[in-house]
């Protein structure tokens, strides 16, 4: 099987890979990082969203054998500090003070994708933008009112960071 | 810490205490569980949505890489796994049955977790693969060779209660229940003397749940001890646990249920699945723990669908447009096997909703289908006859010349008039249903419609606003049981059968008893997903998670403060009489001594002369029945934008209030009102499970053919929460996980259909997408 190296998460990781594992695999049975999340198979959910090589995808739509020597980051490299002192990334943040989330399952992606959007779109992201922009995930709990909210939120506060 | 400025208390906003977990990727889902040398299982499902199974052979599947077992009925029938343990008859004493009319011809259709003989709908599991790994069971499951002989099929719900309908069971027909519930003559002399009736047809078409998490389930045997340990989420672990025991055959100390997180489940998640009993038997056969993922494919096959009713219905009106009776028959599309008259029986007992209807009567029946069972989503059976009811009232208005909100006025029961019997027999306790109407009319600004509507047509747009009343008969498991234990170490343990599936309930439960017992928050831990820890508990579902747990937790706390008292009494040597409680400590009267729970909690191990009872921990349960329902109630206005040239829909406002009592975390009620509301919209506008009729094959798939809700699809909502205390509930509590979903399905087609009222549209059927709008603006114009 051949080997494939990234950095995930500021750490240089490496694993053997078939040819056909795709990148969510990769990170959640080879480095256990399990926030990732697969919501469906036809990259419509977005539960799966990280960052590669600075931008947002869907990293069941990627192979991992694509992405040597990519830089790879997850919703759990998003926080910064350690368990005891932990520093969430201000949309992390704007999720939770705005009940951004029920089951937790589309969370994940949806964090990343809202970092993401700030990052294509800027900071001042008015209603219509976000729900244009959210196209992309779906969650079933929210009805997405309050997802809107945290973006905005999330967004505005990203801009002090 | 002072309870009276704490900001965790019962009403307050409070952050959710499960959030830090989940925002940071550490939240623990059934597919995060893993076991040492496990092995995968794959379903081998049937294409066919109705054949004969002739023949099955396994050979050349056992000889590929990996393969450890191919299962079939065979050996499924020979190792004594038993049927699906479906009680379709509800056991809450809240409910009457529904009695079978006289001569009915029952027969047996027991849901085997792989198909005997006979599959019955396509994705009906014949058998399982078990490998190394899931490409290889894959891989084998294509060598697996079944001769099927292909029968005909019948999906729709209607044409499966017809006599000439294929057959899907050895019984006289495919109708499996047959009842009448009300009163005939009454409500044959009603319509007798109508000056107007009022008629609707309609079918409350076929979704499904979708929680975003898919199934998943490993289980390991330990052969020494005999038991299985599964892991799998679902909507309470003791349930579970006791349903898989049955279905092994074995006695419940033998299985074990974890279950951590759980992505959603919103009733088709909320019991046991075949997969799971088939992970637990394969495990035993191959020595391995066994672990299934259901991919997103496959769970549009797998998973419980729901709604799928059939009702016609009447309303008869006297000419001042009172409501004199109504009538009908409502048809409940079970799918392949029946298994739960649940949402028939909740809707058509509730037909009437809040209005004052003297006498009714319906026939309620239950058919199979080749498709997929059916079974209880968000608000089970309401949203569908809340629908009807509210599209009869429209109907009504229209044809016969009445205000809509007028009509509503006069007939919607009045707060003195409660409590009152509906003409089903379901007892309606309190609320004030008029205030909740007319609050949300405001809300809404009802009264300046014409204007906004004026103002859209100058832009060639078609403007719609429609109302809705409902009510919701909340009952369930009427068992459950909370236990409380007091740690020395300064944190509270509070065991529950119900599990949150995203509710928040580490964080409300947790109020609870930070009111009550004076602790901190964060001191609470929340233990539900272990069923050597919780030993009984129904699970979440009808409203039941808030309105039984606070119950059973008041209780156990007020008894931690009795036995409290008298623990401190001796550790203050003073009589148990002159101790209070308050805010976490105890104090005894005419001195300044006291001692905080956690040290009295120590002093349970700690003092060698307490009285047998009080011997530590601190510690106390209760354990309830609840025989009553529960009706949360509430109205919602919807209004929506039409573009006549292409049918395509803009919900412009949608504004809500809903009755829960006593709200203990607003933020969460808003929350989940928010939710419920996607939900029912989702159906009156976009989603259905298709079946192609000659076939029977399932066409909604995946979701580029389900139609998910996104987030394009909505304004900001206008909720508002109304606590008019429940008189049947000892805290005044209303469930609050439904109500958003109960009137939704009715609120958004009458926007509709006003909306296309110009055109002379007077109905449209679910889920009016932009292509029904369209073909019913261009055949009204013709």
């Known amino acids: 099987m051949p080997t494939v190296a990234m950095t995930v998460n500021g750490k240089s990781v490496a694993g053997n890979v078939e040819g056909r594992t795709l990148l969510v695999q990769f990170l959640r049975e080879h480095l256990q990082l399990t926030g990732t999340h697969v919501g469906c198979d036809t990259s419509q959910c977005g539960c799966c969203t990280i960052h590669l090589n600075g931008k947002g995808v869907k990293s069941c739509a990627v192979l991992a054998l694509a992405c040597e020597g990519a830089d790879v980051v997850t919703i759990e490299g998003l926080a910064t500090g350690g368990t005891a002192d932990v520093k969430l990334h201000p949309m992390q943040e704007a999720f939770r003070e705005h009940h951004g989330l029920q089951c937790g399952f589309c969370t994940p992606g949806m964090i990343m994708s809202a970092v993401d959007m700030v990052k294509r779109k800027g900071h001042d992201l008015d209603e219509k933008a976000i729900r244009k922009q959210l196209e992309g995930n779906i969650c079933r709990c929210t009805g997405y009112h309050n997802i809107v909210l945290a973006v905005q939120a999330g967004a505005a506060a990203m801009k002090g960071n | 810490m002072s309870l009276t400025t704490s900001s965790n208390r019962i009403g307050q906003p409070v952050r959710r205490k499960e959030d830090l977990r989940l925002i940071t990727g550490q939240g623990r889902y059934s597919d995060d569980v893993n076991l040492p040398h496990q092995v995968r299982a794959i379903m081998l499902r049937s294409p066919h949505a109705h054949a004969r199974i002739r023949s099955i052979d396994t050979r050349k599947a056992l000889t590929m890489p990996g393969v450890l077992a191919v299962l079939t009925a065979t050996e499924m029938l020979a190792d004594g796994l038993q049927p699906m343990p479906h009680k379709p008859q509800s056991n809450s004493p809240a409910e009457p049955q529904l009695i079978n009319r006289d001569g009915f011809v029952e027969f047996d259709a027991p849901h085997y977790p792989l198909a005997v003989g006979k599959a019955r709908y396509a994705g009906e599991a014949i058998a399982v693969v078990i490998a190394q790994t899931i490409d290889q069971a894959k891989d084998a499951a294509e060598q697996v060779e079944i001769d099927y002989e292909v029968l005909p099929v019948v999906t729709a719900t209607a044409a499966a209660a017809q006599c000439d309908a294929p057959r899907l069971w050895d019984g006289p027909s495919n109708v499996t229940l047959d009842a009448d519930v009300g009163d005939k003559a009454a409500t044959e002399a009603a319509f007798a003397r109508a000056a107007h009736i009022a008629k609707f047809e309609t079918w409350i078409q076929r979704v499904t749940g979708v929680p975003m998490e898919p199934r998943a389930a490993v289980c390991e045997y330990d052969a020494a001890t005999r038991r299985y340990t599964l892991h799998a989420g679902s909507g309470g672990a003791v349930r579970l646990k006791q349903d898989l025991a049955l279905m092994l055959d074995v006695p419940e100390q033998y299985v074990r249920v974890l279950m951590n997180d759980v992505g959603g489940n919103f009733g088709t998640r909320g019991m046991i699945y075949p997969e799971f009993a088939l992970v637990a038997w394969a495990a035993r056969r191959v020595g391995r723990p066994v672990k299934w993922l259901c991919d997103r494919s496959e769970a549009f096959l797998s998973d419980y669908q729901a709604r799928d009713l059939a009702v016609t219905a009447e309303l008869a009106l006297d000419k001042d447009g009172n409501f004199l009776a109504m009538r009908g028959s409502n048809i409940s599309n079970q799918g392949s096997h029946p298994t739960n008259y649940g949402p028939l029986k909740k809707g058509v007992e509730i037909m009437s909703s809040l209005y004052r209807v003297p006498a009714a009567h319906f026939r309620a029946r239950a058919v199979v289908s080749n498709t997929m069972i059916t079974r209880p989503y968000r608000s089970a059976g309401r949203p569908e006859v809340m629908y009807v009811m509210e599209r009869l009232i429209d109907i009504a208005a229209r044809e016969f010349g009445f205000d809509r909100v007028e009509l509503r006025r006069l007939n919607l029961l009045k707060s003195a008039e409660l409590p009152y019997t509906n003409p089903f027999g379901m007892l309606y306790d309190s609320g004030d249903y008029p205030a909740a109407m007319e609050s949300v009319l405001k809300r809404s600004d009802w009264s300046n419609f014409p204007a906004r509507r004026a103002e859209a047509k100058t832009r060639g747009k078609l403007r719609g606003i429609g109302v809705a009343n409902y009510v919701d008969t909340a009952t369930g498991v009427p068992r459950e049981r909370a236990e409380i234990t007091v740690n020395s170490n300064g944190t509270v343990d509070v065991v529950l059968g119900i599990v949150s599936n995203g509710q928040g309930h580490e964080t409300s439960f947790a109020q609870l008893v930070h009111e009550w017992l004076g602790v901190p928050l964060d001191s609470v831990r929340l233990i539900t997903g272990d069923t050597d820890i919780v030993k009984v508990g129904g699970g979440t579902h009808s409203g039941r998670g808030m309105r039984m747990g606070s119950v059973v937790i008041w209780n156990s706390a007020n008894e931690i403060i009795t036995k409290g008292k008298r623990i401190a009494a001796r550790l203050m040597e003073c009589d148990p009489s002159v101790i209070r409680f308050e805010q976490g400590r105890f104090l005894a009267a005419g001195s300044d001594r006291s001692a905080s729970l956690f040290e009295v909690a120590a002093a349970t191990t700690q003092l060698i002369d307490l009285p047998e009872d009080l011997h530590g921990p601190l510690t106390a349960f209760s354990d309830e029945i609840f025989n009553e329902a529960s009706f949360p109630y509430g109205c919602h206005v919807c209004e929506v934008e039409i573009d006549p040239t292409l049918g395509t829909l803009e919900i412009i406002k949608y504004s809500a209030v809903d009755d829960v009592g006593r709200a203990v975390n607003p933020m969460i009620i808003h929350g989940q009102v928010h939710g419920g509301?996607?939900?029912?919209?989702?159906?009156?506008?976009?989603?259905?499970?298709?079946?192609?009729?000659?076939?029977?094959?399932?066409?909604?798939?995946?979701?580029?053919?389900?139609?998910?809700?996104?987030?394009?699809?909505?304004?900001?909502?206008?909720?508002?929460?109304?606590?008019?205390?429940?008189?049947?509930?000892?805290?005044?509590?209303?469930?609050?996980?439904?109500?958003?979903?109960?009137?939704?399905?009715?609120?958004?087609?009458?926007?509709?259909?006003?909306?296309?009222?110009?055109?002379?549209?007077?109905?449209?059927?679910?889920?009016?997408?932009?292509?029904?709008?369209?073909?019913?603006?261009?055949?009204?114009?013709?």
Not at chain 2, 745 to 769: F, R, W
Request: proline share 9%; charged share 15%; aromatic share 8%.
């Open chain 2, 677 to 782: 509301i996607v939900q029912g919209v989702g159906q009156a506008l976009m989603e259905q499970c298709y079946y192609d009729p000659a076939s029977g094959q399932p066409l909604t798939g995946s979701f580029m053919d389900y139609a998910m809700p996104r987030a394009d699809n909505f304004p900001f909502f206008d909720t508002e929460i109304s606590e008019v205390p429940c008189t049947t509930h000892p805290l005044g509590m209303r469930p609050a996980g439904e109500g958003g979903t109960t009137p939704a399905l009715g609120v958004v087609i009458n926007a509709v259909v006003d909306a296309l009222s110009e055109y002379g549209v007077k109905h449209i059927e679910m889920p009016a997408t932009p292509e029904r709008i369209w073909q019913a603006i261009r055949s009204a114009q013709k």
